[in-house]
């Protein structure tokens, strides 16, 4: 099957479309248009696609012309509360933007769709095309999982369209991709007093400042330096006037590890470091701290064989790229926890055409060059495995 030949035909189609997607952001959770434009397109394909109750996204089954397993291929449909400054004359104008990307995941899936729908008959098995809603909150894969679209699914690929990696190179390396991500939530009580009077009072605010450089020794000296790990506080919020000794002061800010072990024991070391804390300054803590994604580890070499395989037999071995292990998260973890997975990147940086952006940066845009390739690479990726 020459998928390279097809997503070269289908290229103007998925920029077409990335373009369309493009101008119409929506946020986390409110992708309601996104999801109608989507359902329209792959009805046009002739596909059935479902929803599901109490979120937007939607998924499709493309049946093959023979039996076999079932394949999902995933993209996120979602955009970030950014207000776009690329110039691109069909930049958004609502407030939102895709600056991460999602709308190439959108077009380059619903390009593979079409390359699959063309060789349907020759297809040993199922298709599932899954348009995810809500990555960037990370509510998006574990409510469609919740709603079963992984229900008889022996594997899963997706990929990211990645700012800081050259295009036209794609990474579907194997090991550590991306970290999990925490988000935590500190509020620290004191006792407010005449700010000349401290000994009357208890100040909230060096409490805090004393839990916060505390934090940051349990990166650097509880755990294993070869272990990454990042701590970082985000914001920090507290008192009230100049000459007052503050009673409240509150703070947050995110967790990144690969360690499966750390999924607990950095909480509970942070618990045990924000109540110490806490008690040495006679002040009061509250601690909420929870996981937004685990980590994505391409661990699964048969998987990695196809994938990596894909892009040879599309681009050669020229067509692979090398993208270092990253601390941000990506909620496709929750897919690979469930089923067999392989997550890939799709390189779209461009120094001579100026994409120099990374994602989420608010002049973000991609080399549309690579989106055929991104969208080749899904449709051999479905082929190859139920082909195995
Ligand atoms: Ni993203």
Redesign the pocket.
């Known amino acids: 099957m020459n998928f390279k030949e097809l997503a070269q035909q289908t290229e103007s189609y998925i920029i077409e479309r990335r373009r369309y997607y493009h101008r119409h952001p929506e946020l986390s959770e409110a992708e309601y248009e996104t999801t109608k434009a989507i359902i329209a397109d792959l009805k046009e394909m002739g596909l059935e696609p479902v929803t599901y109750e109490g979120m937007c996204g939607c998924v499709a089954d493309i049946v093959g012309g023979k039996p076999g397993k079932t394949v999902a291929l995933r993209a ?1 449909i979602d955009a970030l509360p950014i207000c776009e400054e690329t110039g691109l004359d069909f930049a958004a104008t609502n407030g939102a933007m895709h600056a ?3 709308d190439s995941h959108i077009s380059m899936l619903l390009g593979a769709a079409k390359m699959l729908c063309r060789v349907k008959d020759e297809l040993k098995g199922t298709v599932r095309l899954i348009f995810q809603p809500a ?2 909150t990370g509510f998006g894969a574990p409510a469609m999982i919740k709603a079963g679209v992984l229900d008889g699914v022996d594997a899963i690929y997706g990929s ?1 369209i990645w700012g800081d990696f050259d295009a036209p190179y794609v990474s579907v390396e194997s090991g550590n991709r991306m970290a999990s991500a925490a988000m935590f939530d500190v509020t620290v009580e004191g006792v407010s007093a005449h700010g000349s009077a401290p000994n009357l009072g208890v100040d909230a605010i060096v409490a805090a400042s004393a839990m916060i450089m505390s934090l940051q020794t349990y990166v650097s000296r509880n755990n294993n330096p070869l272990n990454p790990l990042v701590l970082t506080i985000g914001t920090i919020k507290g008192g009230s006037r100049w000459n007052v000794i503050a009673n409240k002061v509150q703070f947050d800010g995110t967790v990144r590890t690969f360690s499966k072990d750390l999924l607990e024991g950095a909480p509970r070391a942070m618990k045990r470091i924000l109540e110490s804390t806490a008690a040495a300054y006679g002040a009061k803590v509250t601690f909420d701290f929870k996981w937004l994604t685990v980590p994505v580890i391409n661990d699964n070499e048969e998987l990695n064989a196809i994938a990596r395989n894909a892009v040879v037999k599309l681009y050669g071995e020229e067509g692979l790229g090398h993208l270092d292990t990253m601390m941000g998260g ?1 909620d496709f973890s929750f897919f690979m926890q469930k089923v067999p997975g392989v997550f890939g990147f799709i390189g779209s940086r461009n120094p001579e055409k100026g994409l120099i952006y990374t ?1 989420h940066h608010e002049k973000y845009t991609v080399d549309e060059d690579v989106l055929k390739r991104g969208a080749a690479v899904y449709a051999q990726f479905a082929y190859d495995f139920l082909e195995k």
Request: hydrophobic content about 0%.
């Open positions: 996120d991460c990307g999602h990555e960037e990211h990506e994602n």
